[in-house]
């Protein structure tokens, strides 16, 4: 699964003015991996543990993550995303959540994190926290509705 979204996330990269047959795919595959982060998110929170610093679904919800900032970069996209409803509200309960988790213990959501090893600095969740500012940057951007919520 972690495969299959690196290849949309360098297929959404690579998507500038899709034609309008290929921007209706996106719209389908943006509603679909929306769900599945929005149902997710919450597997992210496994990775305060270092037991589980491999976990699968953890990975996959990372991985969802990405390729979600990176379709909301692509403007033809991000009006579609920007309307889901959930979305937003999603990556901010998200954010709160490992935020807390960072304050409560030293793990990989804490802020002051002290990286001592390369197998730290290459941790899948580094840079979660970043990316869920970026989702929800790209969700507001010119969008009164969602600058009002946050």
Known sequence: RVTL??????TASEQSSAPSEEGK???????????????????VLKLT???DAEDEE??????????LCE????PRQL????????LLETAIDTLRLTHLAGKQA??????????????EISH????????????IGNLCYKNKDNQDKV
């Open 25 to 43: 795919v996106f719209e389908r595959h943006a509603d679909f991996l929306a769900g599945c982060f929005q149902e997710k998110c919450g597997a």
């Open 71 to 74: 379709m909301t970069s692509n």
């Open 124 to 135: 899948p969740a580094v840079g979660f926290k970043s990316h869920l500012i970026r989702l």
């Open 5 to 10: 979204l690196e290849l949309l996330l360098a």
């Open 58 to 67: 953890a990975l996959v919800t990372i991985r969802l993550l990405d390729v």
């Open 106 to 119: 030293v793990n990989v959501f804490t802020a002051t994190h002290a990286v001592t090893g390369q197998e």
């Open 79 to 86: 009006e579609h995303l920007q309307a889901l409803p959930g």
């Open 49 to 51: 543990a270092a037991a």
